[in-house]
């Protein structure tokens, strides 16, 4: 495995190499990241897998300066996995001047995006960044960031890009709680109460396939529900899978999603679900 942190070494290492599959990542990885390695090394590509702390996606008030840094332990994971290149740029290497080109992706206000302004704006640029450096044919998100895949899903269709776009199940700790980097903030009381969100989604889907209607109110309960254990709940809510707007009557493929703090830790999770 080869450790690149410079545009230039990226380029030389890729020179004349099969287009590879790409496995972007902010590091501190855990075995969610590492899933969607073997995913990627199942194409029969070169692996490339990219790990920078991006600071265009992070507010002004988040977590960037004390986010979990951990290359060298990274990469020993990530040599394990047989992954053939690495690259970790620092901050000035991918933005050697200010930003001010920047994706402006739809739904940027929504879920998420309406508790992080501009975070998704980040998000879609350093991955088109990325993508213009690595030149894959084929790139692997994870499921757990829903609406970041959704957004990355049509920049990609939507500017003609040549890459296929592979989803990854979100990975999950025995107790349900989908792994994350976050993870590590939460101490151990809040850790033994984190599963609770997605108990909670699973019982909107439960709900839902028992033939329930009323958005809104499920919306609400699981809302009261989580509050009356002390989270802090940005949203929880019922789309569409092919929009991720709110479902039209009698739409079926839907996806529930969440957000919520415990203390300073603010945790996502999201539930597919296929009603009969």
Partial sequence: MRL???????????DGLTPPVFVPTMGNLHEGHLA????????????????????LQFGPDED???YPRTLAADCALLEREGVELVFAP???????????FMVQPPLADELCGAFRPGHFAG???????????????VAVFGKKDYQQLFLIRAMVRQLNLPIDILAGETVRAADGLALSSRNAYLSPEQ????????????????RLAAGEADLAELEAAARQSLVAHDWQVDYVSIRSQATLLAP?????????LAAARL??????????????
């Fill in 4 to 14: 690149v942190q410079t545009v230039s070494e990226l380029r030389q290492c890729l």
């Fill in 191 to 206: 850790r033994a109460e984190a599963p609770r969100l997605y108990r909670v989604l699973q019982w909107i889907g439960a």
């Fill in 64 to 66: 960037y300066a004390r």
């Fill in 248 to 256: 039209q009557p009698h739409e079926r493929d839907l996806v529930v």
């Fill in 123 to 137: 998000v879609c640029t350093v991955v088109l960044k990325l993508f213009n450096l690595v030149r894959p044919a």
């Fill in 263 to 276: 203390g300073q830790t603010r945790l996502i999770d999201n539930l597919e679900l296929s009603l009969p």
């Fill in 90 to 100: 620092a901050v000035q290497e991918l933005y050697p001047e200010p930003q001010r």
């Fill in 36 to 55: 969607l390695t073997r995913q990627a090394r199942a194409t029969g590509r070169p692996v490339v897998v990219s790990v920078f702390v991006n600071p």
